[in-house]
């Protein structure tokens, strides 16, 4: 098979295992069997493309495929007392009718992945349990992905997962989309779920692309997708003004070949102003529904800031450094004071947001997180300390395992280097 076919198939698989995942847990309501289904379908894959070359439709070849194994599970399963019309309505790949008033999430939207989310999202799970089972199931993050958005070690990961799966299995748990009353003890689970794989897609960390635009996509479809079946919960659209508001500077993020462009190098003018249009209005519904101290509602605040700003020297960085430092309090995390670090540099000096960087020096989360070092160096670099910015640059790009962020860290490091010694 040739490299580039083997990578093509990669690619589609990354973004559509999620939803052939979902549909052969709908038919089967049994994970780990949907999982192995969902892989034979990309063992098929792999036997047939490269020989036959790639379908019109690659996704609906994966789906179909995968869902003519289940049919015939399904079809094995008629040796069992089970009711006709029930197997009837599995074989066709359809969710069995209930009454209308039952509440089910079934009735409320037609979405596969969003609600499976709800379904692995169960309260029988701890909260980081199920997340990083959605996650790796859902979300199209891999195990090492997750891990480092927990900033925990991959193995740690990995053990809650299968705990989580066995956790699952031993207390039995319904398949059945949850009632509309028990959506909002799962609601966080799943807000955070969408948010870690918008990140992961906005800021890729690792390979060789500077973003992974395709989770972006689908991250920001099942937040309009809540958006529309909650929408008396202010963080739905906490989130989703967040997520709109990032996306839409993804045109200016990155030079034509490819290199990532900080956001005060940006050309504003390629920021997309409707979908800023659309961020500014989701915000504002969820400061209307009173979630104006909402973690995802404050974090949108703060990219309103920047959508606002026409140049970069015009951002109100006093604003965002005290909206970080309620998210602080709201949401404490060492992230969040690293972010808060940033703005407290631009809006009150170099030196004092470096006061807070040495803070976190001895934080164990951070200590292969590679934001840590390359906020410092970019602090130092504005004081002229140019030897100890190269530094902490060249630690930067040793700690990513992002190929962009790593050759940007290297660049920052020489010109630092060039300017020590001119």
Excluded at 66 to 81: C, S, V
Excluded at 127 to 139: C, D, H, I, P, W
Excluded at 152 to 169: C, D, M, Y
Excluded at 270 to 288: K, P, S, T, Y
Aim: some cysteine; glycine content about 6%.
């Amino acid at each position: 098979m040739s490299s580039d076919v083997h990578r093509t198939i990669e690619t589609l698989w990354r973004m559509e295992a999620p939803r052939v995942l979902a549909v052969l847990t709908r038919m089967l309501r049994d994970i780990d069997l949907a999982e192995e289904l969902a892989q034979d379908a990309l063992v098929a894959a792999l036997e047939y493309w490269p020989r036959d070359g790639l379908p019109d439709n690659p996704a609906a070849w994966l789906t179909a495929t995968a869902k003519r194994r289940a049919i015939d599970r399904l079809r094995q399963r008629q040796l069992h007392q089970r009711k006709h019309t029930e197997i009837a309505y599995e074989l066709e790949g359809q969710a069995v009718p209930g009454p209308d008033s039952d509440g089910h999430l079934d009735d409320a939207v037609g979405d596969d992945l969003l609600r499976l989310m709800f379904i692995a999202c169960h309260p029988v799970l701890p909260r980081e349990s199920r997340v990083a089972l959605t996650l790796r199931l859902l979300g199209g993050l891999t195990t090492a992905e997750i891990a480092r958005a927990f900033l925990q070690p991959e193995a740690t990961v990995a053990q809650r997962i299968v705990r989580a799966k066995r956790t699952l299995a031993q207390q039995q748990v319904s398949y059945d989309p949850p009632r509309r009353g028990d959506l909002p003890e799962r609601l966080d689970a799943v807000l955070e779920v969408i948010y870690l794989v918008f990140n992961e897609g906005y800021s890729a960390s690792a390979g060789e692309d500077w973003m992974r635009p395709a989770l972006c996509t689908e991250a920001l479809r099942l937040g309009r997708v809540l958006a529309g079946l909650m929408p008396q919960a202010p963080e739905v659209f906490g989130l989703l003004a967040l997520m709109e508001l990032q996306a839409s500077r993804t045109a200016a993020r990155t030079a034509a070949d490819g290199t990532p462009v900080l956001l005060e190098a940006q050309q504003r003018a390629r920021w997309d102003r409707l979908q800023i249009g659309r961020g500014l209005q989701a915000l504002e519904r969820a400061v209307q529904l009173g979630g104006a101290q909402g973690p995802y509602t404050l974090q949108a605040g703060i990219a309103a800031c920047h959508a606002r700003a026409l140049r970069s020297e015009d951002t109100d960085w006093t604003r965002i450094a005290a909206l970080y430092a309620v998210l602080a309090q709201v949401s404490p995390s060492p992230v969040v004071q690293l972010n808060r670090a940033v703005a407290l540099g631009r809006a009150a000096g170099a030196q004092v947001g470096l006061a807070l960087v040495d803070t976190l020096a001895g934080e164990a989360s951070l200590r292969d997180y590679a934001a840590l070092p390359a906020v410092r160096g970019d602090l130092l670099e504005r004081l002229g300390r140019l030897d100890e910015a190269r530094a902490c640059f060249e630690q930067a790009a040793a700690l990513t395992r992002n190929a962009r962020e790593s050759a940007q860290m290297q660049a920052r490091a020489l010109a630092c280097q060039a300017g020590g010694t001119a």
